[in-house]
Nanobody, 116 residues
């Protein structure tokens, strides 16, 4: 199995970006999808998660109200809509698919830079 992120880039403070995560080679709909982020010298930080059946996502306090995690099981895709971006949101963002029974996959990461 494999996860491939896209959609990162440079954006001004207050702007928006949408990250995408494409899943290949495993039964995506059975997996919890999550986003994490990491900056140099710091541990990887959990951002948001959404269980396989969908419903409401859970968010870190630092992004609550600004970020929205969604998934399309028919397309094997997950998305992270990021609004009102701040410089402190600058990081490499990773998507993760995990299942207690079936495994754990990580993407390669996509850089998000928030700067004027």
């Amino acid at each position: 199995g494999q996860l491939v992120e896209s959609g990162g880039g440079l954006v001004q403070p207050g702007g928006s970006l949408r990250l995408s995560c494409a899943a290949y080679g495993f039964p995506f709909s059975y997996y919890t999808m999550s986003w994490y982020r990491q900056t140099p010298g710091k541990e990887r930080e959990w951002v948001a998660s959404l269980i396989s059946a969908g419903g409401s996502a859970n968010y870190a306090d630092s992004v609550k109200g600004r970020f929205t995690l969604s998934r399309d099981n028919a397309k094997n895709m997950a998305y992270l809509q990021m609004n009102t971006l701040k410089p402190e949101d600058t990081a490499v963002y990773y998507c993760r698919a995990n299942s207690e029974d079936a495994g754990d996959y990580w993407g390669q990461g996509t850089q998000v830079t928030v700067s004027s």
